[in-house]
């Protein structure tokens, strides 16, 4: 259902000139309120006035990740945090790679952020009235709050679960009979695990519907989370630099991820020539803010990959859909010169029924050449890393054969030889929010 018909269904030639005006507006406040912006649009000599068509947009330059470190912790903002009563809240990213990001919202801004998470729960089938259990992290990870004020404002029963402990969040879900389920596909399927373990059946709980994001996650994982769960599970995108989760979610039809065109303007280029690539095309997601007052963004790269559409789905939405994310530019391996996706990876190890759906690649030089590793995870307990004898010369031999096989299909898939590990049960780390899918060992 629609949470916002007039908007979510508007007329493409309405929706454009909506967009065209709240461009205007953003770049003349951006231009007028952030010296960084001005600044940038110096260089690249424009003003807000060079932009006539959305197409001028391509004039601007882009704001990138490392930018926004350089600019840390307040440059990007419009409006400061001592400005009196204007920021209402501030949120942080995990920061792997040395200083955060930190975003900042007005009061207008949390509204806006509400308002395209409430969206999102309608469009996975959410209606008031829903319990909707988020075990999202809460606190500086945008994940917890953003949807449970989005749920708040759909008027559903939120709760605020947030990650961890999974034995009290089953307990919840079967008490509270939650509809809707709110976590990384990573965690659903932890979730999943844990019930099919300990024998809890799925009659116990009432999940309809899975609002599941925050990292990239294949089809595969859709199918185990599906039967493990016995709900529809879709994905949402979102990343705190544009507001946090609510940038585009996908509907029921699972044709791609509808973006909130209104408030959140998407571009696809080439990463490399930066130049605009043909709809369909997959390339680097970029987004201008149209509706930010604390912070507006103007061509931010996200670093995702995904391709865009902006045909009509048969659910009645008009704005553009991305497809599933690919990867983050990031996230690529290069491996003896071939580019490879974990998301390609993740694929190949679970079409085997022997694996289970957790995995980690584990980058390492012991001299001069990177080796990759693929950690995958046996669902049958073996015994044959501590004994040799003849007993356990089958199960090695069955062992040997999974890991070739593994080898074949990952060489045949991605074009590439990886080194294959399968590890007993149980041995690869369980997330509880984002999975950590590429651990890198090498030294730095
Ligand atoms: O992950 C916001 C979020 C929370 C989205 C809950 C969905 C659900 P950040 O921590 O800033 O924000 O990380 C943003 O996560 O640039 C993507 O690389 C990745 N990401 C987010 N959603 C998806 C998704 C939140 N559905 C970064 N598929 C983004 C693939 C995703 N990657």
């Known amino acids: 259902m629609y949470f916002n018909a007039e908007i979510e269904t508007m007329p493409r030639d309405e929706l454009r000139k909506l967009q065209l005006e709240r461009l205007k507006q953003t770049l003349g406040y951006a231009y007028t309120k952030v010296a960084f912006h001005q600044h940038q649009f110096q260089q690249a000599n424009v003003t807000p006035d060079s932009l006539h068509t959305l197409e001028d947009l391509n004039k601007f330059p882009f704001i990138t990740k490392?930018?926004?470190?350089?600019?840390?912790?307040?440059?990007?903002?419009?409006?400061?945090p001592n400005d009196k009563d204007k920021i209402v809240r501030l949120h942080a990213s995990s920061g792997t790679k040395g200083k955060p990001t930190v975003v900042g919202y007005t009061a207008h801004d949390i509204e806006v952020w509400a308002e395209s998470c409430a969206r999102a729960i309608a469009c996975a089938g959410g209606k008031p009235g829903d319990?909707?259990?988020?075990?999202?992290?809460?606190?500086?990870?945008?994940?917890?709050?953003g949807l449970h004020y989005g749920g708040e404002k759909l008027g559903a029963c939120?709760?605020?679960?947030?990650?961890?402990?999974?034995?009290?969040?089953?307990?919840l879900?079967?008490?509270?009979?939650?509809?809707?389920?709110?976590?990384?596909?990573?965690?659903?399927?932890?979730?999943?695990?844990?019930?099919?373990?300990?024998?809890?059946?799925?009659?116990?709980?009432?999940?309809?519907?899975g609002i599941l994001g925050a990292e990239p996650w294949t089809e595969e994982i859709r199918v185990k989370v599906e039967e493990g769960l016995g709900l529809i599970a879709l994905d949402i995108y979102g990343l705190s630099e544009i507001t946090g989760p609510g940038v585009s979610m996908e509907c029921p039809y699972k044709q791609g991820l509808h973006i909130w065109e209104d408030y959140y303007l998407p571009e696809i280029i080439n990463p490399a020539t930066l130049e605009p690539l043909p709809d369909g095309e997959i390339g680097e997601l970029v987004f201008t803010?149209?509706?930010?007052?604390?912070?507006?963004?103007?061509?931010?790269?996200?670093?995702d990959l995904c391709n865009l559409t902006y045909e009509k789905c048969d659910c009645g939405r008009t704005h553009a859909r991305m497809g599933k994310i690919k990867g983050r530019i990031d996230d690529m391996l290069i491996v003896r010169g071939i580019n490879v996706f974990p998301s390609e990876i993740e694929r190949v190890l679970l079409e085997?029924?022997?694996?289970a759906p957790h995995y980690q690649i584990v980058l390492e030089r012991p001299e001069v050449l990177d080796?990759?590793?693929?950690?995958c995870e046996s669902t049958t307990a073996f015994t044959v890393s501590v004994?040799?004898?003849?007993?356990?010369?089958?199960?090695?031999?069955?062992?040997?054969?999974?890991?070739?096989?593994?080898?074949?299909?990952?060489?045949?898939?991605?074009?590439?030889?990886?080194?294959?590990?399968?590890?007993?049960?149980?041995?690869?780390?369980?997330?509880?929010?984002?999975?950590?899918?590429?651990?890198?060992?090498?030294?730095?």
Do not use: W
């Open 371 to 375: 080796v990759v590793t693929v950690h």
């Open 289 to 303: 803010t149209l509706a930010k007052e604390a912070i507006p963004m103007i061509r931010y790269r996200t670093g």
């Open 352 to 355: 085997f029924e022997e694996l």
């Open 158 to 171: 939120v709760i605020p679960a947030s990650g961890g402990n999974t034995p009290r969040q089953i307990l």
């Open 131 to 145: 319990v909707l259990h988020v075990a999202y992290g809460y606190g500086l990870f945008t994940g917890g709050l």
């Open 173 to 209: 879900m079967q008490d509270f009979q939650a509809q809707g389920l709110c976590c990384t596909p990573s965690y659903a399927l932890n979730l999943a695990e844990y019930l099919k373990e300990h024998n809890i059946p799925l009659e116990s709980l009432n999940l309809k519907y």
């Open 66 to 80: 490392p930018q926004l470190r350089e600019n840390y912790p307040f440059g990007l903002f419009a409006v400061k």
């Open 387 to 444: 004994f040799g004898d003849a007993e356990h010369d089958e199960e090695h031999h069955l062992l040997s054969s999974l890991r070739q096989h593994i080898m074949l299909k990952l060489r045949e898939g991605l074009g590439v030889s990886l080194q294959v590990k399968i590890n007993p049960p149980h041995t690869i780390p369980r997330s509880e929010g984002k999975a950590v899918r590429v651990v890198d060992n090498r030294p730095k």
